[in-house]
């Protein structure tokens, strides 16, 4: 990828694509790429929603090529919900068209002058830039449909549907999968409303007559893709668990270890898991019919293929299988045990472009607060159409857990820098809880998920309920995934580099074959710990500090069920974290 796609859309005249080389940011690739020109080019203080800010679209290293799992992208810009860097990714076909297309990323920079929406259509002869306002408020579904009728059937999208149009801190920017579907999500952070506040709806990509991004040393960059898909399929995570449950297979798991958040964060277990867990609904799609569960993957080349199709009770397609994530946030935090109606919502939640664990945290939070009872999936999927429709209540929600917090007078809300906490309570797994404190991200769990070094039923060696190595496993984890992130590999796929030699030693020489490059795995980890400082750096000049590396007070006081801890991690540890040292 020899090339950056800068779309300045407050051009005098209209909106002005350019392509120029990488410069600086030669060799860098996902993460580090959309952090690196978010940290040198955008101003730390400036408003997220201002012409100053940038929304940066990056393709992985691998992206284009013809290494396994290699779909991944990262969108990044200065954050609306917790005001420091943001990096969220996604699967999805578009990272390698954009890669076969020799993109190593797209910059949209400032703001149309007047209120309008466009779309941009990339393919090998350039880019075109079109106002388009009849595609005003659709969902990203017919958005979709609306470009593949205009552009043909092959064409791939990276769209926002009425909730980052209208600047929800909770939007998200959706990628098209495999059947075309806008099913994959940059979800957190608000990534959506700043593709929003450019007046972008949908960027649109054709990479036909574009080949496959070739190695530097063919013949090696093959033996090592073989070898790293081995150990793929022979990692009990990736080789077992994903493909047949998907990564809902953490119901189960993580309400036995009594860290799963229910009701709002007020217990660790929920009574009516086993009703929404990956066995059940891969039960009742098989039942259905269609190609059956967790046997698809998001984008070609993935051999994990840990997604699959939801259909409704009439056997029509509804969503793709239902995340872990989602399946916690929109059920057991919200007391919801019906697979259909969460199912229902993540179809909404998908069309809308907002990011579950947000909108399901918020929903929660307004529950406590008196808004709906806890287990009433009728009124949570009303509550997600408001956002949709963007009433002021909706407006509220879409705007995330800790606006929802304050407007309903609610203390419970689990955010960490306003970002809402995904699935693994801190009180019962520590080393989640100082992940979710010092990532540069607000509450992460990809930004660092130690649940593996924790939990007894995933090989974990580290007591959970105590402080002991937390610190040290959390830190370690955040460096290795920022350095992942960078290649544009599926973080589904870290477990085996992290734990078979093999894997990740393929994982190096796939790199190196790529840019005739002798990286090592030092080199790797001082990419992460290089990342991770720019984001710091960012974050720091935009005003935030050690006391936003906290979790909220609650989780130190109120004793979690059934195991009756709270988070006993130091103030003192968790700065040790990225200390002076770092
Ligand atoms: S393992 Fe799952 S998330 Fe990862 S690339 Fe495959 S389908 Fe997508």
Redo the contacts with the bound molecule.
């Keep these: 990828m020899d090339k950056i796609l800068r779309i300045n859309m407050g051009a005098d005249g209209g909106p002005q694509a350019k392509a120029e080389p990488l410069g600086d940011y030669a060799g860098l690739g996902g993460r580090a790429m959309t952090s690196g020109i978010v940290s040198k080019e955008v101003p730390p203080t400036c408003h997220p929603l201002s012409a100053d800010n940038k929304l940066v679209i990056a393709p992985g290293l691998l992206s284009g090529s013809v290494a396994a ?1 290699s ?2 992208i990262s969108v990044g810009c200065k954050s609306p919900l917790t005001g420091g860097i943001k990096e969220a990714n996604s ?1 999805g076909q578009p990272s390698q068209m954009l890669g076969r297309l020799g993109y190593a990323a797209i910059v949209l920079e400032g703001k149309p002058k007047e209120k309008a929406l466009y779309k941009v259509f990339i393919n090998k002869d350039g880019v075109e830039i079109k106002e388009d306002n009849s595609l005003c408020m659709l969902g990203n579904y017919d958005t979709v449909a609306k470009m593949k009728a205009e552009y043909g059937e092959k064409v791939h999208c990276i769209s926002i549907g009425p909730v980052g149009e209208m600047k929800m801190s909770a939007a998200s920017v959706a990628f098209t999968d495999m059947e075309q579907r806008p099913t ?1 999500h940059a979800g957190r952070g608000g990534v959506g409303a700043v593709m929003g506040s450019k007046g972008v709806k949908v960027i649109v990509i054709d990479d036909e007559g574009c080949s496959m991004r070739a190695a530097a040393d063919p013949e090696k960059f093959k033996a090592a893709n073989k070898e790293f898909v081995a150990g793929l399929r022979k990692h009990p995570v ?1 080789g077992e668990g ?1 493909p047949a449950y ?2 809902n297979v953490l119901t189960n798991v993580i309400n036995e270890a009594g860290g799963y958040p229910t009701k709002n964060f007020q217990f660790g277990q929920f009574e009516g898991a086993s009703k929404i867990s990956g066995e059940t609904q891969a039960e009742l799609e098989n039942a259905r019919g269609g190609e059956g569960s967790a046997t ?4 070609r080349g ?1 051999v ?4 699959g199709t939801f259909y409704d009770k009439n056997g029509n397609f509804l969503t793709k299988q239902v995340e872990y994530e989602t399946m916690w946030a929109h059920g057991g935090n919200c007391g919801i045990d019906d697979l259909d109606a969460i199912a229902q919502i993540d179809r909404l939640d998908d069309d809308f472009g907002v990011d579950t664990i947000e909108l399901g945290a918020a929903i929660a939070v307004a529950m406590e607060g008196g808004l709906a009872e806890f287990g009433d999936a009728e009124a949570a999927t009303n509550l997600v159409k408001e956002v949709g429709k963007g009433t002021p209540l909706g407006r509220i929600l879409g705007n995330g857990a800790a606006v929802t917090g304050q407007v309903f007078g609610v203390e419970r809300v689990p955010v960490v820098k306003r970002q809402a906490m995904p699935a693994y309570d801190p009180r019962a797994v520590q080393g989640q809880g100082v992940t979710y404190a010092t990532t540069t991200m607000g509450a992460d769990h990809t930004a660092g998920n130690v649940i593996d070094k924790n939990l007894d039923s995933l090989g974990g060696s580290l007591n959970p309920l105590k402080a002991d190595g937390q610190v040290e496993v959390s830190r370690e984890y955040q460096i290795d995934v920022a350095a992942f992130d960078c290649t544009g590999l ?4 870290n477990s085996a580099v992290n734990t078979n030699a093999k894997a990740g030693e393929a994982l190096l020489t796939m790199i190196n074959a790529k840019f005739g490059t002798r990286l090592t795995a030092a080199d790797k980890r001082a990419l992460g710990i290089r990342v991770l400082k720019a984001e710091l750096e960012f974050n720091r000049k935009a005003g935030l500090t050690k006391a936003d590396d906290r979790l909220a007070k609650f989780f130190y006081e109120e004793p979690l069920p059934p195991h009756n801890t709270v988070v006993v991690v130091s103030d003192e540890d968790m700065d040790s974290t990225f200390g002076d040292g770092f």
């Excluded at 599926?490 to 796929?493: D, L, P, T, V, Y």
């Design positions: 799992m779909g991944r699967g994959r990736s994903l998907g990564t698809l993957g998001c984008h993935c994990i293929r840990c997604s599926c973080i589904f796929a």
